[in-house]
């Protein structure tokens, strides 16, 4: 996938769906709880199993010095936001990145729990006023087109906070995590908040 050419091509929403289905396939896995079983003998819940890890993760973080950024790409900000908005015993952080992010793709917010409203998504509990910057290049597939804004879906009381940020990033395949964090703009965001400067 590392060599493909597709998202430099303006697709029309017919052809989109099911490269969409393709490339999400592992957020439709960790959406529906799909059973997982990596090899004979071994199988988890794929929702509950990453939720588990990712609240031990989140743990040892919280034990040491902050501020905390947590910081999720394409699949990672899905399980960055559950996180933060359903996952009991989850710390507090002080801000949020997402790169590549499909949580702007409505089949995506159908799965979200608790349940989802575009009026009220901020995961208040948990991120409070921190900062929250959505990065995207509209040629990446998996944000790309009119799902890459988030501002509008995960409002907080009906305001919106997130700073959607577009980025160009190089080359065919615009959606590889290396090239949005080499982007000067989204150091300098993550440099801003964890000196407790969010813009």
Known sequence: MADS?????PLPAVL???LMRVLLRDVHHFLFDTTFSPRPGASFHVRQEVRRRMLVALQEADAQPGPHVLVGHSLGSVIAYDALAAVDSVPRVDALITI???LGISEVQDGLTPPWTRHDGWPSSRLGSGGWANF???LDPVCGGLDRLLAPSFRRAGAKHV????VTNKGTWRHS???YLGQGVVRDWLL???SR???
């Open 5 to 9: 050419a597709l998202e430099a091509v």
């Open 16 to 18: 989109k769906k099911p």
């Open 100 to 102: 590549g992010s499909p």
């Open 136 to 138: 995207y290049d509209p």
């Open 163 to 166: 700073a959607d940020v577009h």
């Open 177 to 179: 995590a290396d090239k």
């Open 192 to 194: 801003n908040a964890t």
């Open 197 to 199: 400067q969010t813009p």
